[in-house]
């Protein structure tokens, strides 16, 4: 089996910071991209942020210059620091990693449970 656990998220004041962390563990060979996806009440998931085994990076336009994901490939974690917090930000943020088990030929998208964060203003 494969998990991942978010944590890091909380309520947080308009401006602040918070880092989110998700570490994968069970059954792993290796790992493609791992990023960070957030759903808001009445809206659809969005990609917030991703990031390749080589560190080539992608972040929603809405984040770019506040927010920085990283991993540490040996750990099989992944983090999402975020800085200059909105209310907009509000979601539910969820974990995802491509892996490939091991004694498999594919690789399949896992999530984690999601961490809330909200933002005050």
């Known amino acids: 089996q494969v998990q991942l656990v978010e944590s890091g998220g909380g309520l947080v004041q308009e401006g602040g910071s918070l880092r989110l962390s998700c570490a994968a563990s069970?059954?792993?060979?290796?790992?493609?991209?791992m990023g960070w996806y957030r759903q808001a009440p009445g809206k659809q998931r969005e990609l917030v942020a991703s990031?390749?085994?080589?560190?080539?990076?992608n972040y929603a336009d809405s984040v770019k210059g506040r927010f920085t994901i990283s991993r540490d490939n040996a750990k099989n974690t992944v983090d999402l620091q975020m800085n200059s917090l909105k209310p907009e930000d509000t979601a539910v943020y969820y974990c995802n990693a491509r892996i490939r088990p091991y004694r498999g030929s594919y690789y399949y998208d896992h999530w984690g449970q999601g961490t809330q964060v909200t933002v005050s203003s």
């Open positions: 990031i390749t085994s080589g560190a080539s990076t």
């Open positions: 069970g059954s792993i060979l290796s790992i493609n991209a």
